[in-house]
């Protein structure tokens, strides 16, 4: 089998681009207001998103549904097809208006099983419409068998072109595909290359886009194991991408410890937790069976050419001082994470699932625990914990909700503030109808209740039974 080379020449090539790219990478309309996307759900046979635009107070009731039956989506509604595995938003095409990336990881192309591809829907004046199929353009390495193309996908300018472009995993000699910027309602890109390296096989598992160093391109972390012919290094780790010039160049990677396989999720965030200019990197941990699965949040601090490996990382539990709560078998602290700054004073905020927090008698009801930035870094003083018994936030905790199974920070309400989106599994009524979806608003002093918002398929008055997470990136 031949390796993919390490730079390879563009497939289709992009027109010039417009001077005037969309403000925010979620406002799909232009008009200036966030846009939320949830992957929660089923269509048919497989694969749905759901989109709420957004108001001054946040998302509205404005819903748009997207699958493959829609009109102007590529492709049919197939069972395994993966559509809507994994989301990432951006200005693809520098048209002024944000566009939607949805991956499918099981899609067949031709004779090829799970070549997998990512489908761009496009954003317009009056918010999504069509859309247009990248698929892998990994050559396949086995007859019939592709390469999973889009288990996770993120966004960014990691060339430092000025172009938004994306990265995307796949079970190739390839580790992870570097698809650049800009793209075209026709298919067109500048072309690609492969940040697996000419020396061995990177198995990826998840990945990240932030801004670490301090210039204005997107870096990028990779956690996932690089598998280097015989020797085969199993460690799972942490490896870092430079935004710029020498992208495609992976630094020598962090080893983070192993769950046992639960990779899967919302736990990897970059925020600049110390306001040092350099963004750090938060890992979850919810599911190491050696640590009975209590979990935990490890922390690598950032400088000026990356991870800051002199600094050692920092790890967080519920036994860290000013931490409410305690740690428990099972509890999962760290299966879920998300970085974003909460209180408006400059330090990125972390907030913490522990889907499998049980609240009395009631198991896995869940809880979200923020941590604050401050001068020196994250820390567990003046932490705070959610739940659904707590005043303001709709709905009572109960057996197998998960409130915190998926989060998102993100400035919804343009207040200079993030705020917190809550996944939880909540059963609604006597139906068999799932999913609760918490907005709690960032303030001042920290997130509120006041104010809050939640979305449920009853209140968007939708025909399907599930809605939630995970969040497109």
Same mark, same amino acid.
């Given at each position: 089998?031949?390796?993919?080379?390490?730079?390879?020449?563009?497939?289709?090539?992009?027109?010039?681009?417009?001077?005037?790219?969309?403000?925010?990478?979620?406002?799909?309309?232009?008009?200036?207001?966030?846009?939320?996307?949830?992957?929660?759900?089923?269509?048919?046979?497989?694969?749905?998103?759901?989109?709420?635009?957004?108001?001054?107070?946040? !998302?509205?009731?404005?819903?748009?549904?997207?699958?493959?039956?829609?009109?102007?989506?590529?492709?049919?509604?197939?069972?395994? #097809?993966?559509?809507?595995?994994?989301?990432?938003?951006?200005?693809?095409?520098?048209?002024?208006?944000?566009? *939607?990336?949805?991956?499918?990881?099981?899609?067949?192309?031709?004779?090829?099983?799970?070549?997998?591809?990512?489908?761009?829907?496009?954003?317009?004046?009056?918010?999504?419409?069509?859309?247009?199929?990248?698929?892998?353009?990994?050559? $396949?390495?086995?007859?019939?068998?592709?390469?999973?193309?889009?288990?996770?996908?993120?966004? +960014?300018?990691?060339?430092?072109?000025?172009?938004? #472009?994306?990265?995307?995993?796949?079970?190739?000699?390839?580790?992870?595909?570097?698809?650049? +910027?800009?793209?075209?309602?026709?298919?067109?890109?500048?072309?690609?290359?492969?940040?697996?390296?000419?020396?061995?096989?990177?198995?990826?598992?998840?990945?990240?886009?932030?801004?670490?160093?301090?210039?204005?391109?997107?870096?990028?972390?990779?956690?996932?194991?690089?598998?280097?012919?015989?020797?085969?290094?199993?460690?799972?780790?942490?490896?870092?991408?430079?935004?710029?010039?020498?992208?495609? $160049?992976?630094?020598?990677?962090?080893?983070?410890?192993?769950?046992?396989?639960?990779?899967?999720?919302?736990?990897?965030?970059?925020?600049?937790?110390?306001?040092?200019?350099?963004?750090? *990197?938060?890992?979850?941990?919810?599911?190491?069976?050696?640590? +009975?699965?209590?979990?935990?949040?490890?922390?690598?601090?950032?400088? !000026?050419?990356?991870?800051?490996?002199?600094?050692?990382?920092?790890?967080?539990?519920?036994?860290?001082?000013?931490?409410?709560?305690?740690?428990?078998?099972?509890?999962?602290?760290?299966?879920?994470?998300?970085?974003?700054?909460?209180?408006?004073?400059?330090?990125?905020?972390?907030?913490?699932?522990?889907?499998?927090?049980?609240?009395?008698?009631?198991?896995?009801?869940?809880?979200?625990?923020?941590?604050?930035?401050?001068?020196?870094?994250?820390?567990?003083?003046?932490?705070?914990?959610?739940?659904?018994?707590?005043?303001?936030?709709?709905?009572?905790?109960?057996?197998?909700?998960?409130?915190?199974?998926?989060?998102?920070?993100?400035?919804?309400?343009?207040?200079?503030?993030?705020?917190?989106?809550?996944?939880?599994?909540? $059963?609604?009524?006597?139906?068999?109808?799932?999913?609760?979806?918490?907005? *709690?608003?960032?303030?001042?002093?920290?997130?509120?209740?006041?104010?809050?918002?939640?979305?449920?398929?009853?209140?968007?008055?939708?025909?399907?039974?599930?809605?939630?997470? !995970?969040?497109?990136?």
């Amino acid at each position: 089998m031949a390796l993919v080379a390490a730079v390879c020449t563009p497939l289709l090539t992009a027109p010039g681009a417009s001077a005037a790219p969309a403000k925010l990478s979620d406002d799909f309309n232009g008009d200036g207001y966030r846009d939320l996307v949830m992957l929660g759900g089923s269509h048919g046979k497989d694969g749905r998103v759901t989109v709420v635009y957004g108001t001054s107070s946040g !998302p509205g009731t404005r819903v748009q549904v997207i699958h493959q039956d829609s009109a102007g989506i590529p492709g049919v509604v197939e069972a395994e #097809d993966g559509w809507g595995t994994a989301a990432a938003t951006a200005d693809l095409d520098r048209d002024g208006y944000a566009d *939607l990336v949805v991956s499918s990881p099981g899609e067949d192309v031709g004779d090829v099983q799970m070549r997998g591809g990512l489908t761009v829907v496009w954003g317009s004046a009056t918010g999504l419409g069509s859309g247009t199929v990248f698929n892998s353009p990994v050559p $396949q390495e086995y007859e019939g068998s592709g390469d999973v193309f889009g288990e996770d996908v993120v966004s +960014g300018d990691f060339d430092g072109d000025g172009d938004q #472009d994306l990265a995307v995993t796949s079970n190739s000699r390839a580790g992870v595909v570097l698809l650049k +910027g800009p793209f075209t309602r026709t298919g067109g890109k500048s072309g690609w290359d492969s940040l697996g390296g000419s020396y061995g096989y990177l198995w990826a598992a998840n990945l990240v886009a932030g801004r670490v160093t301090a210039d204005a391109a997107t870096d990028l972390y990779i956690l996932g194991r690089d598998l280097q012919g015989d020797t085969g290094d199993l460690d799972l780790r942490a490896y870092f991408h430079r935004g710029g010039g020498t992208f495609t $160049q992976r630094a020598g990677g962090l080893r983070v410890p192993d769950d046992g396989g639960h990779q899967g999720g919302d736990i990897l965030s970059v925020g600049d937790f110390d306001k040092d200019g350099h963004g750090d *990197l938060a890992i979850g941990r919810g599911y190491e069976p050696g640590d +009975g699965e209590r979990g935990y949040v490890t922390v690598q601090y950032g400088g !000026p050419n990356g991870p800051d490996t002199a600094r050692k990382p920092v790890k967080f539990t519920q036994n860290t001082t000013g931490v409410p709560g305690s740690s428990e078998s099972e509890d999962y602290f760290g299966s879920a994470i998300a970085a974003g700054d909460v209180n408006g004073d400059g330090y990125a905020d972390l907030a913490v699932g522990a889907r499998g927090e049980d609240l009395g008698t009631k198991r896995d009801a869940g809880s979200v625990t923020v941590l604050f930035g401050r001068a020196g870094g994250l820390s567990g003083t003046g932490a705070k914990s959610y739940t659904q018994d707590t005043s303001g936030i709709t709905g009572t905790a109960e057996t197998q909700d998960q409130f915190g199974a998926h989060l998102k920070f993100t400035d919804y309400t343009r207040d200079g503030r993030a705020d917190l989106m809550i996944d939880t599994n909540e $059963q609604l009524g006597y139906e068999d109808r799932w999913g609760l979806v918490h907005l *709690l608003k960032g303030s001042g002093s920290g997130i509120t209740t006041t104010g809050s918002k939640s979305y449920s398929v009853t209140s968007l008055k939708l025909s399907y039974a599930r809605l939630g997470g !995970p969040f497109a990136r």
